[in-house]
């Protein structure tokens, strides 16, 4: 039981560093196709940028099915749904309020967390972004600076 813990919460913790990586060179990069539905302002409840959990939930799924006897890659999917599911939860709910979720952090982590993806959105197009984790949040004056000395200009939201 403990090495499945260890591999579930290693899981979690790996996705967010593969997360950051497909973010920054994949949706920011040859996938800004899809990714950029998220940057743009919609009244859609969809976005073509979904596709991308769509395959990772497939792929977590493979992982789940066809695993022999709940082995390491069993509990692999399940830290992949486990963070898929935090990403809907902070990300789609908390920062983008997509679905009925209406806290608004004062203070803190979750608070530096929305700031971090607001200064993402700050930039119009897909380069000189900041700020590519889902549920990392780096601190927003360090941001702030990096936008700065990148020359993007803050939008008025990024700026809270």
């Known amino acids: 039981m403990l090495l499945n813990t260890t591999i579930l919460v290693s899981t979690v913790l790996v996705m967010e560093a593969v997360a950051w990586a497909i973010h920054k060179y994949v949706m920011h990069g040859p996938g800004w196709g899809w990714h950029r539905s998220h940057h743009v302002e919609h009244d859609e409840v969809l976005e073509k940028n979904d596709l991308y959990a769509v395959i990772f939930a497939g792929l977590a799924l493979l992982l789940i099915v066809f695993s022999p006897g709940r082995g390491p890659l069993y509990w692999v999917g399940i830290g992949m749904t486990v963070y898929g599911f935090l990403y809907f939860v902070v990300h789609d709910g908390l920062v983008h309020q997509r ?40 601190p927003v004056r360090r941001l702030k600076e990096d936008l700065r000395r990148g020359g993007a200009p803050l939008s008025r939201d990024a700026e809270t």
């Open 99 to 138: 679905w009925p979720f209406r806290y608004v952090p004062r203070n803190g982590y979750l608070k530096r967390l929305v700031q971090a993806h607001r200064l993402h959105h700050a930039v119009d197009g897909r380069d000189g972004c900041v700020s590519f984790g889902f549920l990392y949040a780096p």
